[in-house]
T-cell receptor, first 109, second 115 residues
Framework: QKEVEQDPGPLSVPEGAIVSLNCTYS??????FMWYRQYSRKGPELLMY????GNKEDGRFTAQVDKSSKYISLFIRDSQPSDSATYLC?????????FGIGTKLQVIP | GAVVSQHPSWVICKSGTSVKIECRSL??????MFWYRQFPKQSLMLMAT?????????EQGVEKDKFLINHASLTLSTLTVTSAHPEDSSFYIC???????????FGPGTRLTVL
């Protein structure tokens, strides 16, 4: 079993839709949770970083962590074609970050 | 956010040659740097972790004599792929974290093609 599981998609949505991206993790030692956005042939860009369970909002993005069920979510409101990218969830304990495989999102105009 | 640069952004080399990739943290001191490799449609695979002034710690299955990592200063780490072969062709991405940050920031990546 992978430590961080993520559906690779692809996920296609119409412009303006609310996008829900999800991951599960298995390691109880994970304390930090991140979402990265990666455009094709580029390095990952940190979108959201959370430490505790609960919600964190930044503009159109909301990250949600439920440590009791080991579930991580990212919601994108009013999705735009420029949001089309691969979204990687990641978790970290003390040192090493473990990434999910990434979900490819396409927002159709 | 913190900025990490990588150079070169892409490189093509002949089989058997060595290639050096530089990773720099531009506006913070990176006490820890990470090197990843990413194959098409796959996630990031951690190759090694390096702390400034110390030897790198390599992940299982990564040949330390083939992938030489140097982290000589708080703003610079280098990855040298020695005697590169076509199977080493991949997207190499560095990442850096400062002592005071919990976040990890990534460089733009280097695409290596070995002919």
């Amino acid at each position: 079993q992978k430590e961080v599981e993520q559906d690779p998609g692809p996920l296609s949505v119409p412009e303006g839709a609310i996008v829900s991206l999800n991951c599960t993790y298995s390691n109880s030692a994970f304390q930090y949770f991140m979402w990265y956005r990666q455009y094709s042939r580029k390095g990952p860009e940190l979108l959201m970083y959370t430490y505790s369970s609960g919600n964190k909002e930044d503009g159109r993005f909301t990250a949600q962590v439920d440590k009791s069920s080991k579930y991580i979510s990212l919601f994108i409101r009013d999705s735009q074609p420029s949001d089309s990218a691969t979204y990687l969830c990641a978790s970290r304990g003390y040192q090493k970050v473990t990434f999910g495989i990434g979900t490819k999102l396409q927002v159709i105009p | 956010g913190a900025v990490v640069s990588q150079h070169p952004s892409w490189v093509i080399c002949k089989s058997g040659t060595s290639v050096k990739i530089e990773c720099r943290s531009l506006d913070f001191q990176a006490t820890t740097m990470f090197w990843y490799r990413q194959f098409p449609k796959q996630s990031l695979m951690l190759m090694a972790t390096s702390n400034e002034g110390s030897k790198a710690t390599y992940e299982q299955g990564v040949e330390k004599d083939k992938f030489l990592i140097n982290h000589a200063s708080l703003t610079l780490s280098t990855l040298t792929v020695t005697s590169a072969h076509p199977e080493d062709s991949s997207f190499y991405i560095c990442s850096a974290r400062a002592l005071t940050y919990n976040e990890q920031f990534f460089g733009p990546g280097t695409r290596l093609t070995v002919l």
